[in-house]
T-cell receptor, first 112, second 116 residues
Framework: LAKTTQPISMDSYEGQEVNITCSHN???????ITWYQQFPSQGPRFIIQ???TKVTNEVASLFIPADRKSSTLSLPRVSLSDTAVYYC?????????????FGKGTKLSVKP | NAGVTQTPKFRVLKTGQSMTLLCAQD?????MYWYRQDPGMGLRLIHY???????AKGEVPDGYNVSRLKKQNFLLGLESAAPSQTSVYFC???????????????FGQGTRLTVV
């Protein structure tokens, strides 16, 4: 089971770049790293996924070092609307493929 | 295209009552999940299903039962509700599961359940 560890909370100001790091020391060879975003009173939504090196989309970038034991979600120039909880997931591969564990996530608060 | 729809959106139960939460998805996904979310606890997986007719226990399965008789529906049942089951419940579905590529889970809007 690839357990993840991420900070409980982070504070930032509008216009800053925010980096949230997730540790996953027991990641399996076939596992992908996925990040979700959850706004208050809504279900989480997928924002980015990667396997190694760097992935970028219109919302965020994901940096994964060669050993894959950690990953960093980078949000460029955050705004107040980026205030949300961010979850790092590394799912189980093999037999328990439905065991999608979210954990507590990182609560990001963006201030004006 | 509705995605994932949860019914009902709100419910108040008395201790000991039973109820069923319905989750329906129209994306032909194989995998479906039920989570509960409590303040400061994040999302915790209750049960999940890897296909029609299958169910499996998640992190916190006690006090809940599930059924997946049809591929598009995943039902969560509370046989005898307790105040500790007061929570927001989320259903989700995905085409693939676990750590495989393209495991993007789509969530419903949640059901706020209060047990008094």
């Amino acid at each position: 089971l690839a357990k993840t560890t991420q900070p409980i909370s982070m504070d930032s100001y509008e216009g800053q770049e925010v980096n949230i790091t997730c540790s996953h020391n027991n990641i399996a060879t076939n596992d992908y790293i996925t990040w979700y975003q959850q706004f208050p009173s809504q279900g989480p939504r997928f924002i980015i996924q990667g396997y190694k090196t760097k992935v970028t989309n219109e919302v965020a970038s994901l940096f994964i070092p060669a050993d894959r034991k950690s990953s960093t979600l980078s949000l460029p120039r955050v705004s107040l609307s980026d205030t949300a909880v961010y979850y790092c997931l590394v799912g189980e591969s093999g037999g328990s493929q439905g065991n999608l564990i979210f954990g507590k996530g990182t609560k990001l608060s963006v201030k004006p | 295209n509705a995605g994932v729809t949860q019914t009902p959106k709100f419910r108040v139960l008395k201790t000991g009552q039973s109820m069923t939460l319905l989750c329906a998805q129209d994306m032909n996904h194989e995998y479906m999940y039920w989570y509960r979310q409590d303040p400061g606890m994040g999302l915790r997986l209750i049960h999940y299903s890897v296909g029609e007719g299958t169910t499996a226990k998640g992190e916190v399965p006690d006090g809940y039962n599930v059924s997946r008789l049809k591929k598009q529906n995943f039902l969560l049942g509370l046989e005898s509700a307790a105040p500790s089951q007061t929570s927001v419940y989320f259903c989700a579905s995905s085409r693939t599961g676990g750590g495989l590529k393209n495991t993007e889970a789509f969530f419903g809007q949640g059901t706020r359940l209060t047990v008094v």
